[in-house]
């Protein structure tokens, strides 16, 4: 059983530019959620989205968005980047909404903003 | 392999020694806590969870503790092992949420 799959592992982009990175949750689990990893501010939680619709949002300006499809495939999108947006993102699955099963994480995607 | 955290608190122990990691949370609703073991240039990777009504659950090697009156929530590794070596963070949620609140995490580093 495949795991949860990031796509691009690693990116670099300008100050201005905009980014867009997959997620692809395991076969089977509807509920997808984004995580933002930084040595300063560690994991924080950006949104999660079930069966194509945002249930949470975390504190991240209008910058951050993201959506879901139909196949329950993921992408979040960063617009006008600052350098403060490096880090690494990581895409969680599980089969429902709500804390009621485990989480399983991507290996993240990796955004080196310069 | 990428650093996953500056300055995190450290645990070093010998090959064969118990650990424990500790972490305090924040939040009194929540009612679910997991640990998470990260290696460099991975993603979070499951270990145990907990739910409020318990304070103790075992798995292989692995044991967490819950003290809701303190909000404290602690892993204990049995006869820890080079491959042990890692970030470990503690989240917890709130019922009906799937937001994780994470610790900013543990480097635990095990030497043969």
């Known amino acids: 059983k495949a795991g949860v799959t990031q796509t691009p592992r690693y990116l670099i982009k300008t100050r201005g530019q905009q980014v867009t990175l997959s997620c692809s949750p395991i076969s089977g689990h509807r509920s997808v959620s984004w995580y933002q990893q930084t040595p300063g501010q560690g994991l924080q939680f950006l949104f999660e989205?079930?069966?194509?619709?945002?249930?949470n949002k975390g504190n991240f300006p209008g910058r951050f968005s993201g959506r879901q499809f139909s196949n329950s495939r993921s992408e979040m999108n960063v617009s006008t980047l600052e350098l403060g947006d490096s880090a690494l993102y990581l895409c969680?699955?599980?089969?429902?909404?709500?804390?009621?099963?485990?989480?399983?994480f991507g290996e993240g995607s990796r955004l080196t903003v310069l | 392999g990428e650093s996953v955290g500056l300055h995190l608190p450290t645990l070093s122990v010998q090959e064969g020694d118990n650990s424990i990691i500790n972490c305090a949370y924040s939040?009194?609703?929540?009612?679910?806590f997991i640990w998470y073991k990260q290696e460099s240039g991975k993603g979070p990777q499951f270990i145990i969870d907990i739910r409020s009504n318990m304070d103790k659950r075992q798995g292989q090697r692995v044991t967490v503790l819950l003290n809701k009156t303190v909000k404290h929530l602690s892993l204990q590794i049995a006869a820890t092992q080079p491959g042990d070596s890692a970030v470990y963070f503690c989240a917890e949620s709130a019922s009906g949420y799937s937001t994780l609140t994470f610790g900013k995490g543990t480097m635990l580093l095990v030497s043969p």
């Open positions: 939040n009194s609703a929540s009612d679910y």
């Open positions: 969680a699955s599980s089969r429902t909404s709500g804390n009621t099963g485990e989480l399983f």
């Open positions: 989205y079930f069966s194509e619709t945002q249930r």
